[in-house]
């Protein structure tokens, strides 16, 4: 029983703070490359923030370099998303994924979604 859930979404004002958690549950988290995808209306879902499986190695899209963090605790089996100096463009559906993409050692791709969660920066 796979399950991603985001929490932490809502109303915020320009240069305000949020932050997102992603509960994870029915995998080991620590396979995956874990990312944040964001969706605003009208527009396409896109990559926000990843961390690789292995490294840790962290990948921003250049509109949130500096502002945003990306994290995760492989014992809690969750993934966090600081947001800081939140911007209008910022608002849309934030999404959870995880991604395996199989090896050898363990086939099988793996591409999990959560539900999404809300953030709509405005005055």
């Known amino acids: 029983q796979v399950q991603l859930v985001e929490s932490g979404g809502g109303l915020v004002q320009p240069g305000g703070s949020l932050r997102l958690s992603c509960a994870a549950s029915g995998f080991t988290l620590s396979m995956y490359r874990m990312s944040w995808y964001r969706q605003a209306p009208g527009k396409e879902r896109e990559l926000v923030a990843s961390i690789t499986s292995t490294s840790g190695t962290t990948n921003y899209t250049d509109s949130v370099k500096g502002r945003f963090t990306i994290s995760r605790d492989n014992a809690k089996k969750t993934l966090n998303l600081q947001m800081n100096s939140l911007k209008p463009e910022d608002t849309a559906v934030y999404y959870c994924?995880?991604?395996?993409?199989?090896?050898?050692?363990?086939?099988?791709?793996?591409?999990?979604w959560g539900q999404g969660t809300q953030v709509t920066v405005s005055s």
């Open positions: 994924n995880a991604y395996y993409a199989g090896s050898k050692y363990r086939p099988g791709f793996r591409d999990y």
